[in-house]
């Protein structure tokens, strides 16, 4: 099963972000500076997943890098709205 599917063992409540993109993507560094800030602030955990390392993904993403998943589900790609990231993290 591919990392895309995979779902962590997590306590109720608690969220997690994930950054899709590759190495060399300027897109995949800004995504990651907002992801870092807005995390960082609301204490909300966070990885990045390389498509390059990924067949699955690479084929279900590639042409949408950076996507950002909140809790596994697809949230945006290409850029993300420091707003709307926040919104949809501290909504339940």
């Not at 950054?19 to 995949?28: A, E």
């Not at 560094?29 to 997943?49: F, T």
């Not at 042409?63 to 993300?80: C, K, M, N, S, Y």
């Amino acid at each position: 099963m591919s990392a895309m599917f995979r779902r962590r063992s997590r306590e109720p409540g608690e969220r997690i972000v994930t950054l899709i993109g590759k190495p060399g993507c300027h897109l995949c560094d800004d995504a990651q500076s907002v992801i870092e800030k807005v995390c960082g602030e609301l204490g909300v955990p966070w990885e990045k997943q390389d498509i390059t390392q990924d067949e699955e993904l690479h084929r279900a993403y590639w042409e949408q890098i950076p996507v950002v998943l909140v809790d596994g589900a697809q949230h945006t790609f290409w850029r993300v709205d420091e707003a709307r990231l926040r919104k949809a993290l501290t909504q339940m």
